[in-house]
């Protein structure tokens, strides 16, 4: 009796395949039982659903990996309790301290400049431009950033725009405080926010909403605008759309590369040994993740200007975007996978997941026609 009621039992827990199949796909008679074996026939589709288990590589995006624990003995252990009371005690104070003297002094300068000089606008944004790189050095200071960059300094001209892999929003800091780029950011609210608004909007920054579908049209429209204007700082993009933890770069949206300019590539590589310079949104506020690195022995790090890269006879944007992301991944170290980077925040559309289904469904019922 109790093995025909777990019989019942799975009888009753069993999916229909039928119900993601069209009707008239249906065979016209009853398939017989499926057994084990003739759902090991079906490769493919187990195939992609255990790599999907084993190997995902869409996760692995998104972590940011523990350090490997090295105070494990009584010989080290001290060591690491004197590197806590440094680190805690002595150089985070300093580093608060040089962060507030720095915004002090930037606002101080920044506002007369931004309000009195409203009738000299190419000396304002020249000054504010400068103060702006002033402010973001400040910032690399205060996590005593060794920033190494390779190649010629970006220089500001039309018909032009740089696009990076993106880690954290530190990317930006790091690469604003060698060059006033305008860079396309996704709204943030908070203290961030008050920044964009009051602050960054002035070398020309502009922001988007990702959850707002038409953002999508002004955005392009503002882009193609920026990038023909020559008094124009130098538009950064990060084509990834979100932060991906400097060990893979996920796909490059193709907005940057069908403005019908040249794409200037830029990697950017951290060294992992005194801190992981990746910020996960969702778990972690920006302000939290700066206390993360303002608490660190320090922020290592390589920048590397690449040749500047355009559009090829019959190549489509997303062959050229691929190819710009193919240049960067070299060059930093980075492993390529083929995801979208908008997955991290949205799910899959419920159509990607009846058309999964689908193609399973149909696979078991040809296995099941052939027997």
């Not at 025909?4 to 009888?11: F, I, L, N, Q, R």
């Not at 869409?58 to 090295?70: D, L, M």
């Not at 504010?128 to 005593?144: P, Q």
């Not at 390529?336 to 419920?350: A, E, I, Q």
Request: proline letters at 6%; charged letters at 20%; one cysteine or more.
């Amino acid at each position: 009796m109790a093995s025909s009621s777990v019989a019942a039992d799975m009888e009753l827990d069993r999916p229909n395949l039928e119900d993601y199949l069209p009707p008239d796909s249906l065979p016209q008679e009853a398939p017989r039982n499926l057994h084990l074996r003739d759902l090991l026939d079906i490769s493919p589709v187990l195939t992609e659903a255990a790599g999907a288990i084993v190997d995902d590589s869409f996760t692995r995006c998104f972590k940011s990996n523990s350090p490997e624990p090295w105070n494990w003995n009584i010989y080290l252990f001290p060591l690491w309790c004197l590197g806590v009371v440094i680190r805690y005690g002595i150089l985070f104070p300093l580093r608060s301290l040089t962060l507030a003297i720095g915004w002090l002094a930037f606002f101080a300068a920044f506002f007369p400049v931004h309000f009195l000089l409203k009738g000299q606008d190419k000396l304002r944004s020249k000054i504010e431009r400068k103060l702006v790189e002033m402010m973001c050095s400040v910032f690399v200071a205060s996590w005593t950033g060794v920033i190494k960059y390779h190649g010629p300094r970006p220089s500001t001209r039309p018909h032009q725009v740089f696009v990076a892999n993106h880690t954290s929003m530190i990317d930006f800091i790091i690469l604003e405080q060698m060059t006033a780029f305008a860079v396309i950011m996704q709204k943030h609210p908070g203290w961030v926010g008050f920044i964009q608004k009051t602050i960054l909007e002035s070398v020309g920054c502009i922001w988007f909403n990702r959850n707002d579908l038409r953002d999508r049209e002004v955005t392009a429209r503002k882009l193609r605008d920026h990038v023909q204007q020559p008094d124009n700082n130098p538009l950064l993009i990060f084509p990834e759309g979100t932060c991906v933890n400097n060990q893979y770069t996920v796909m490059f949206k193709k907005g940057a590369f069908e403005l019908g300019c040249a794409v200037c590539p830029i990697a950017i590589k951290y060294n992992k040994i005194f801190v992981d310079a990746f910020w996960n949104s969702k778990k972690q506020s920006f302000t939290m993740h700066l206390v993360r690195l303002m608490t660190s022995w320090a922020v290592v790090c390589d920048v590397w200007y690449l040749p500047p890269q355009y559009l090829r006879e019959g190549e489509t944007s997303i062959a050229f975007a691929e190819r710009v992301r193919e240049m960067i991944a070299a060059r930093a170290g980075l492993k390529k996978v083929p995801w979208d980077g908008y997955l991290k925040h949205n799910r899959p559309s419920p159509k990607h997941t009846e058309e999964k289904q689908r193609i399973f469904a149909e696979s078991v019922l040809m296995r099941l026609e052939e027997k």
